[in-house]
């Protein structure tokens, strides 16, 4: 017997991934960031906030998830994007 819900087998079933708490963080806190500053912003501030969101018991396995799962591609996009002329 599985402990997942229906809901939970029916995504499984069609290959849908739910974000991780790390990525979920991420992603809000590059939102609110875009907003506040339109101009732009560096990407380690989007790990800074994110990491000050979670709650204190996520924050020591966090840190590492954060900065190294999800900066690390961020500077790699960005590379592309300078490489390609912006066009990413």
Same mark, same amino acid.
């Given at each position: 017997?599985?402990?997942?819900?229906?809901?939970? @087998?029916?995504?499984?079933?069609?290959?849908?991934?739910l974000?991780?708490?790390?990525?979920?963080?991420?992603?809000?806190?590059?939102?609110?960031?875009?907003? @506040?500053?339109?101009?732009g912003?560096d990407?380690?501030?989007?790990?800074?906030l994110?990491?000050?969101?979670?709650?204190d018991?996520?924050?020591p396995?966090?840190?590492?998830?954060?900065?190294?799962?999800?900066?690390?591609p961020?500077?790699?996009?960005?590379?592309?994007?300078?490489?390609?002329?912006?066009?990413?």
């Open positions: 017997m599985s402990d997942l819900t229906a809901f939970e @087998l029916l995504l499984r079933s069609n290959g849908v991934r974000p991780s708490a790390w990525q979920a963080a991420w992603d809000e806190a590059e939102d609110t960031l875009r907003v @506040l500053f339109p101009e912003y990407v380690t501030e989007v790990g800074r994110a990491y000050e969101s979670l709650h018991d996520l924050k396995a966090a840190l590492g998830a954060l900065f190294y799962g999800w900066w690390e961020e500077q790699d996009r960005q590379d592309r994007a300078e490489q390609a002329g912006g066009a990413l």
